[in-house]
């Protein structure tokens, strides 16, 4: 049975319940790639799916019209889980106009070298589709150059692309079980502005002005992935508003890695100091915990430790691509340093503290360095400082 918004607004996207992987992020719950119709004077598809599921999504729009009858598409992102079917459905329903951006319109043109009937639009354009109006929002960068959002005027549906997003597979499309149902799903939208929307803070709080100056009000939300929010919209505003403004809770994350477990000793000391202040700890295991699990956490921590050991004169492989990782997600406002074990060189520890220094984080001790196995006063010393660090950057 089609699912429908508001009269004549549906839900025709696609549900991949087995992706696990997501341009290297973990989706352990699969993902959706949520595409709209209206259904008006001028048959309305709001963005397409990734290319395999194009059959899926059609037979969606089968349930509701002959998708031939399809007038208008609007492309609110390039990105290709988005804009893969276009191709292929710009083929079959041989639209009147194709709805983007500007900068939309040149990354169409350079991913599928197809000349399509472009309309581009801008901020304040509109666009009626007969009983209702589109109303257009450019968001360059939220996450890529082209993106841009639509709002239907007259339901105060804003078609939010990859904003307000997450990555889950489910039979629920609505948020009106939200947090109950599905229990998981804060943590997905957390994972999900961390590890893709992270960079961008300063953006979103633009966006956030712009949309009060233009007195947008909001009954739906319907993002590109995960749940469309009816009753929880001020919920996920207010989150995506604290996530922007780079709002840290009282929480130290250990970050390490070990080869003989000398380093991960020191982890287990670091993590119980920061216990012992009264604040929350984690320990993470970078073989063991994915990455894109470890930013999750990133997000909202005050406090980051990185243990490694030396390898060849390095930190430890594993360190250097979290750092890596970590590093274009651009993360603010945390205090960081770096500890670790050594056999002959101990070159580790530095190197971990230029690279936190290069992300411009606030690097609160100039390193922990232990020869071999530590002892019980370098355990000790290495609680004493995990506490310190947590008392004097985290209020515990």
């Not at 918004?5 to 790639?33: C, M, N, Q």
């Not at 109950?180 to 804060?186: G, L, T, V």
Request: aromatic residues 10%; proline residues 5%.
């Amino acid at each position: 049975m089609p699912l429908e918004l508001a009269p004549k607004v549906y839900w025709v996207g696609a549900i991949d319940w087995t992706i696990r992987d997501f341009h290297g992020y973990l989706t352990e719950d699969g993902s959706t790639y949520n595409a709209y119709l209206i259904v008006d004077d001028h048959i309305t598809l709001i963005d397409t799916v990734k290319k395999e599921f194009v059959p899926e999504m059609l037979a969606r729009v089968a349930e509701i019209v002959d998708p031939a009858k399809i007038d208008y598409i609007v492309s609110n992102h390039v990105e290709m889980d988005h804009s893969g079917g276009l191709p292929e459905v710009i083929k079959r329903v041989k639209p009147e106009k194709l709805f983007c951006s500007p900068m939309g319109k040149a990354g169409l043109l350079r991913h599928y070298q197809e000349d399509w009937p472009f309309i581009e639009v801008k901020t304040g354009s509109e666009l009626s589709t007969g009983r209702y109006n589109l109303a257009f929002l450019e968001t360059p960068m939220l996450h890529w150059p082209d993106s841009m959002m639509t709002y239907l005027k007259e339901e105060q549906i804003l078609f939010s692309s990859d904003a307000f997003g997450a990555h889950l597979a489910s039979s629920e499309h609505f948020d009106d079980g939200l947090p109950a149902f599905p229990m998981n799903y804060p943590r997905q939208l957390k994972k999900y502005y961390a590890n893709i929307l992270m960079p961008f803070g300063a953006l979103i709080t633009q966006l956030f002005a712009k949309i009060a100056q233009l007195g947008l009000t909001f009954k739906i939300i319907a993002p590109d992935h995960g749940l469309i929010y009816r009753r929880n919209i001020d919920w996920v505003l207010e989150v995506y508003q604290k996530w922007a403004a780079g709002a840290v809770e009282p929480k130290g994350l250990v970050i390490y890695d070990t080869m003989w477990r000398s380093t991960e000793l020191l982890a287990e000391a670091f993590t119980q100091g920061l216990t012992d202040a009264g604040v929350e700890a984690q320990m993470h295991h970078l073989r063991r915990t994915h990455p894109s699990d470890i930013v999750t956490e990133v997000l909202e921590a005050g406090l980051l430790l990185f243990g490694s050991p030396t390898l060849n004169n390095q930190m430890f492989p594993t360190m250097g691509e979290f750092l890596t990782y970590l590093k274009g997600l651009a993360p603010k406002n945390k205090a960081a340093a770096a500890f670790g074990s050594f056999g002959w060189s101990g070159q580790a520890v530095g190197l971990i503290t230029k690279e936190l220094e290069a992300m411009k984080l606030k690097v609160v001790h100039e390193g922990f360095k232990v020869k071999y196995i530590p002892d019980a006063g370098e355990l000790a010393a290495a609680r004493a400082l995990g506490e310190k660090l947590a008392r004097e950057h985290l209020g515990g």
